[in-house]
Structure formats: structure tokens, C-alpha cells
């Protein structure tokens, strides 16, 4: 089955042509499709790269609000 997934995400081998080819049902295909995807398996960013992430997040979104507190700060001038 993983064999199958990867092979038409890697290889651009369609649904149609394994479905043909191993007899199985397009539907069943997609669930292994979606199964194999890395989001749909609480996986995606390794640990270290989501705390970066989510860090520079945090730095982001302090600067919005000081933006915002400057804003208005210079509009009342």
C-alpha cells in the first residue's frame, strides 16, 4: 500500500493507472493517499523546525501590536 502512495505522489503515475493495474477501487487508493499524508498523520515539521516556527510566530505577532500601539500613539499628535 505505502509502496503504491508513494509511487503515484513521487512518480505522477495517476489513480486511474493503479487502479487499473492492482484491480483495487479509486476510493481506496485516495484513502491511502490520505492516510500516507504527513499532516494527516500528526507529523509534517520535525519538532525543532515547529518551535522555530512557531517562536518567530510569537516575534511577529508582538510586533503587529507595538505597530498598532505606535499607530496610535503618532495618531493622537
Request: charged share 25%; proline share 4%; aromatic share 6%.
Amino acid at each position: 500500500m505505502q509502496t503504491n502512495n508513494r509511487r503515484t505522489q513521487q512518480s505522477g503515475t495517476s489513480v486511474n493507472d493503479l487502479k487499473r493495474e492492482y484491480g483495487i477501487s479509486e476510493v481506496t487508493i485516495y484513502k491511502w493517499i490520505k492516510a500516507q499524508s504527513p499532516m494527516e498523520n500528526g507529523g509534517g515539521l520535525p519538532p525543532a523546525e515547529m518551535a522555530k516556527i512557531q517562536k518567530e510566530n510569537l516575534c511577529l505577532q508582538q510586533e503587529v501590536e507595538i505597530s498598532k500601539k505606535a499607530t496610535t500613539i503618532f495618531a493622537k499628535k
